[in-house]
Nanobody
Framework: QVQLVESGGGSVQAGGSLRLSCAVSGRTFNTYAMGWFRQAPGKEREFVAA????????DYADSVKGRFTISRDNAKDTVYLQVNSLKPEDTAVYYC???????????????WGQGTQVTVSS
């Protein structure tokens, strides 16, 4: 069973940056596609970014392109989300997600962490 633990959230002012991390345990990490999603108060969970098993392919939501960067370190079983130029509308709980079968399709992620809060003030 895959276990995911996020860290790195916090409160920042608009324009600030954070680096979110997600440590993964369970099966072989380098067989998983990994992703980040977020859920703001009163809204549905939405896709943020995804990365392929080897890290060569990435996918981003239009709202974060150019500001957020997903990466992974297969030696450390960890995926990261660097979030820059933060806006108040980026305020949400950010969830790490895994697909042990390797697909990056946004609807295919089926293992989730507990989330880490990101709050951006204006």
């Amino acid at each position: 069973q895959v276990q995911l633990v996020e860290s790195g959230g916090g409160s920042v002012q608009a324009g600030g940056s954070l680096r979110l991390s997600c440590a993964v345990s369970g099966r072989t990490f380098n067989t998983y596609a990994m992703g980040w999603f977020r859920q703001a108060p009163g809204k549905e969970r939405e896709f943020v970014a995804a990365i392929s098993r080897g890290g060569m392919a990435t996918d981003y939501a239009d709202s974060v392109k150019g500001r957020f960067t997903i990466s992974r370190d297969n030696a450390k079983d960890t995926v990261y989300l660097q979030v820059n130029s933060l806006k108040p509308e980026d305020t949400a709980v950010y969830y790490c997600a895994a697909n042990p079968y390797g697909s990056m399709r946004r609807e295919s992620f089926n293992s989730w962490g507990q989330g880490t809060q990101v709050t951006v003030s204006s």
